[in-house]
């Protein structure tokens, strides 16, 4: 299994400012994954990070909102840039250890719970 | 496209009884993976239990185990002997193995546990 880290567990946050989401995996992975739930909502895949390259968005989320960063195996930030009231969520980081090879495990972060105001 | 099911927006259970939270599935890719998750109050996920597609046997861990019928496309998760504390929200999600890991969820299942 993994542990995974994942700060802050909640903010509130003014429209039009940014925060920075941080997650940190208690060993290397090669896959992180970033997924927004809406209040009320299912889990819904923002965008797969992968060490070295950039990452990878699902239709309907962008860089420019959504920038993430992957700078080692162990370590990925989500910044939602730009907020608006719509953005309030749980944000949640998550890993697949065996790197997509396997279909066997997929761990999650404690959350974070924006909210704008 | 993959897709997964759950229609049972709440479900109620008596303590100590056995429950049955519904999840369908669909995939023409043989290689697969169903996973349930518990997310409480707290926002959460949980990892619950796991069954892969090729799998003789249904996954069991615990109080949990998964009624995997394949011909079905269904993979519903039983919790043995209810608890106060199971009462949360469950998710039933399928990854496929040649999507690139990520995970596609079901709409959930509250479930809410009386004394």
């Known amino acids: 299994s993994a542990v995974i880290s994942q700060k802050p567990s909640r903010d509130i946050c003014q429209r039009g400012t940014s925060l920075t989401i941080q997650c940190q995996v208690d060993?290397?992975?090669?896959?992180m994954f970033w997924y927004r739930q809406q209040p009320g909502q299912s889990l819904t895949l923002i965008a797969t990070?992968?060490?070295?390259?950039?990452?990878?968005?699902e239709s309907g989320f962008v860089i420019d909102k959504f920038p993430i960063s992957r700078p080692n195996l162990t370590f990925s930030t989500l910044t939602v840039s730009n907020l608006s009231p719509e953005d309030s969520s749980i944000y949640l980081c998550?890993?697949?250890?065996?790197?997509?090879?396997?279909?066997?495990?997929?761990?999650f972060g404690q959350g974070t719970r924006l909210t704008v105001v | 496209a993959q897709k997964i099911t759950q229609t049972q927006p709440g479900m109620f259970v008596q303590e100590k009884e056995a429950v049955t939270l519904d999840c369908t599935y669909d995939?023409?890719?043989?290689?697969?993976?169903l996973f349930w998750y518990k997310q409480p109050s707290s926002g959460e996920m949980i990892f619950l239990i796991y069954?892969?597609?090729?799998?003789?046997q249904n996954a069991t861990e615990g109080r949990y185990s998964l009624n995997f019928q394949k011909a079905r496309k269904s993979a519903n998760l039983v919790i043995s002997a209810s608890q106060l504390g199971d009462s949360a929200m469950y998710f039933c999600?399928?990854?496929?193995?040649?999507?690139?890991?990520?995970?596609?969820f079901g709409q959930g299942t509250e479930l809410s546990v009386k004394p």
């Open positions: 998550s890993v697949d250890p065996q790197g997509g090879t396997s279909v066997t495990e997929a761990f």
């Open positions: 995939t023409s890719d043989p290689s697969y993976g």
């Open positions: 990070a992968n060490q070295g390259s950039e990452a990878t968005y």
């Open positions: 999600a399928m990854r496929v193995y040649n999507q690139g890991g990520k995970l596609i």
């Open positions: 069954q892969g597609s090729y799998d003789q």
């Open positions: 060993s290397q992975v090669t896959m």
